[in-house]
């Protein structure tokens, strides 16, 4: 199948990109489904399942062995005590500006 590209409308073009894309969605999946197919009759011809092998349970989430879970508060705002922050990643503003104000951390600590 060759279609002249220069002779087609822009909105030919763009739904021709839409089919494009879409196809190779489902040929990706389709890949994937194949590969993963294949490790599976390969671990069990020598008797594992490939969780056994992977050290993945059959969680649905690919790969993950469980459900992420958030880390607990460490700081809470003394000014709002509904605002509270874990110690990880950036500072949220109030507790730079209670630093600011002289405020130690270890007295935001919960």
């Known amino acids: 199948m060759t279609k002249d590209l220069s002779a ?36 069990s011809d020598h008797g594992f399942s490939l969780a056994e ?4 349970a059959n969680t649905g989430r690919k790969g993950k062995s469980g459900p992420k879970s958030a880390a607990p508060a460490k700081y809470r705002n003394p000014a709002d005590p509904a605002q509270t922050w874990t110690g990880k990643g950036r ?15 270890e007295a935001m600590e919960i």
Request: hydrophobic share 45%; proline share 4%; net charge positive.
């Open 8 to 43: 087609m409308t822009r909105a030919e073009l763009e739904k021709l990109k839409l089919q494009v894309e879409k196809a190779l969605v489902e040929v990706a999946e389709k890949d994937r489904k194949a590969a993963l197919a294949a490790a599976e009759k390969a671990a």
């Open 91 to 105: 500072q949220p503003q109030w507790f730079k500006s209670a630093l600011a104000d002289g405020t130690s951390p």
């Open 53 to 56: 092998l992977t050290g993945a």
